[in-house]
């Protein structure tokens, strides 16, 4: 999907070849057949520290610890090249405002806890807590925002 909103902002065109995950993708890319990826930093961390790959550019608004180096598309001057892979905890619909509350509670200060936030930085994952509310907004900005990329870039599901 960043690739294609990279397509539709620079209008340049690019093959999308699909894989059955980042391993056959990182091979092909370290043996050339492939000539650039979009994935998570976490996925390819140990490659870029060996010299085998090197970051372009990062998706996030800010830059990593991890890669200080490694500028964001903002700064390249793409301010809509910015997206961010994000997980979140959802319960069923109908839960209890109450238990709702409380794991969202338990969650953000889980996220809070120094051995927590040492290991998901290592992972490059940065954390920010949020409100049931604010969760659901943020999802269904996401999912305008991806919708409108899929419908730009003429996006078929096969």
């Known amino acids: 999907m960043l690739g294609a909103l990279l397509q539709l902002i620079t209008e340049t065109k690019m093959t999308h070849v699909p894989y059955r995950g980042a391993g056959p993708a990182i091979t092909d890319l370290l043996s050339g057949q492939v000539q650039a990826m979009f994935n998570n930093a976490s996925v390819v961390m140990a490659h870029l520290e060996s010299g085998k790959l ?3 550019g990062l998706s996030t608004d800010t830059r990593f610890a991890q890669l200080p180096d490694v500028p964001t598309f903002i700064e390249l001057g793409y301010p809509r090249l910015s997206a961010t892979e994000w997980l979140g905890l959802l319960a069923p619909a109908g839960t209890p405002e109450p238990i709702v509350q409380k794991l969202n509670s338990v969650v953000n200060r889980a996220m809070q806890m120094p051995a927590a936030r040492a290991s998901l930085e290592k992972l490059s994952v940065e954390t920010k ?9 943020f999802m269904a900005a996401e999912t305008r925002k991806w919708a409108k990329v899929v419908a730009d870039a003429n996006i078929k599901a096969e």
């Open 54 to 56: 090197r970051a372009l």
């Open 129 to 137: 807590a949020v409100t049931p509310q604010e969760f659901k907004a």
